[in-house]
């Protein structure tokens, strides 16, 4: 049953483990209905559509992932410490129920989306991009990092590997083959007296 939260928040909730662990053509309101005790008619109440709700949820997670990219610029001057918590917020999604990062999920089903979900998925994207880019230009500014080309090329390969590292290391059923590359990656990008001091 649903306690302590709103009814809107639980079936949020419960969508979210269901697409991060299912995806999104993979569930039903039933499920969620059966998942929280409630009838299948309280969810349409405050959701009326399914596109609908993965668009609220979209946009939610968009929201709390760029507030947990604010609050690690906010407690972390070093930029090689602000990729290493980024990359700890995938390994802490991934930990729970080997769960992939939604917005990663959702974009592996991106032409059945409804517009109002793909929209949200894609802004979180370029969000989560545009962090990036300004975390690797100050890093490498800085001479915490060492790389050539533009810093968005990075951007994309250090993203891109993270989503598919969750994806492999989910495959494997091996949680710690997601740690090893991240790290990995990331001490690479350090300048060469950097990585020779280790």
Sequence with gaps: MVQNKSTADAILDAAQRLIQTRGYNAFSYRDIAQALGIRSASIHYHFPTKTDLG?????RYRRLFRAEL???VEGEPDAVERLLKFADLFQQTFEVE???CLCG???AEIATLPEGVAAEV???FRDTEAWLVAVLEEGRKAKRFSFSGPAKEQARLLLALLEGAMV???GLRDRAHFRSMAGNYIAQMKPQTARAAR
């Excluded at 668009?55 to 946009?59: G, H, I, M, Y």
């Design 105 to 107: 999920m959702l974009s």
């Design 168 to 170: 492999v290391a989910r």
């Design 98 to 100: 080997s769960r992939l």
């Design 70 to 72: 604010d609050a690690i």
């Design 55 to 59: 668009a609220r949820l979209a946009a």
């Design 122 to 124: 894609e802004g979180f």
